[in-house]
């Protein structure tokens, strides 16, 4: 026969309560537990972090330190004098170069201008102004054959780019042709004489290959 009396003398209540009081005492413990590991996992990597970047700033201040001190020996090694001639010498160069960039050459316009003069046209007085950089006047009076003259002379320096807005005034007829004058701007590029030397270089290279390949052509000195 079964008998009715338990075998724990425990309360089956009390039993459960004190094990749900250790379960939530071990939760609490191994939160607490992880909390700590992260804490000191994040101060040693802060410490880490700290110590490289120490001693990458110490290496930093060494390798500046190192080279003041290869750029004082390599100062050293030079002549005052020499390095002060020669500061001198940039300062005349950049000076010349600016000079040269700024110089007109008139010779470009009289040469344009003989080119492009009819045989029908002449100039008998002639004013250039170029006190300002960026505007160069033109003025001069002449005489032509005929009006017709006049028209294609103002079409010819139209259409080329170093003399700009031709107008031709005063146009009077007269015993010996037709009297006028002329006003118009130059194009202050196009005699600036760094520009004309520019191209003339670039000439002088063009027609360079030309030259040599008509003489690597082979010559045959006719039979006997």
Wanted: charged residues 25%.
């Amino acid at each position: 026969m079964e008998s009715g009396i338990k075998s724990s003398f425990i309360p089956r209540d009390t039993a459960d309560a004190s094990m749900n009081t250790r379960s939530r005492r071990m939760g609490k413990s191994n939160g607490l537990d992880i909390v700590v590991l992260l804490s000191i996992v994040l101060l040693v990597a802060s410490l880490v972090l700290g110590v490289a970047v120490f001693m990458y700033s110490k290496y930093l201040e060494s390798d500046a330190a190192s080279k003041q001190e290869q750029l004082k020996r390599a100062q050293e090694s030079f002549d005052p004098a020499l390095i002060t001639e020669l500061n001198r010498l940039d300062d005349r160069m950049r000076s010349g170069e600016r000079l040269l960039e700024q110089h007109v050459a008139p010779s470009a316009l009289f040469h344009t201008l003989e080119k492009l003069t009819l045989n029908t046209v002449s100039f008998r007085t002639m004013q250039f102004d170029a006190t300002k950089e960026n505007e160069i006047g033109l003025k001069m009076s002449g005489l032509a054959r005929s009006v017709n003259s006049i028209a294609l002379q103002a079409d010819l320096f139209g259409k080329h780019g170093m003399i700009a807005s031709p107008i031709f005034s005063n146009i009077n007829r007269e015993k010996d042709g037709v009297r006028f004058d002329l006003t118009a701007l130059v194009n202050p590029a196009s005699i600036k004489f760094a520009t004309l030397i520019r191209e003339a270089v670039a000439r002088t290279e063009q027609a360079a290959p030309a030259t040599q390949e008509s003489s690597s052509d082979p010559v045959f000195a006719p039979e006997q």
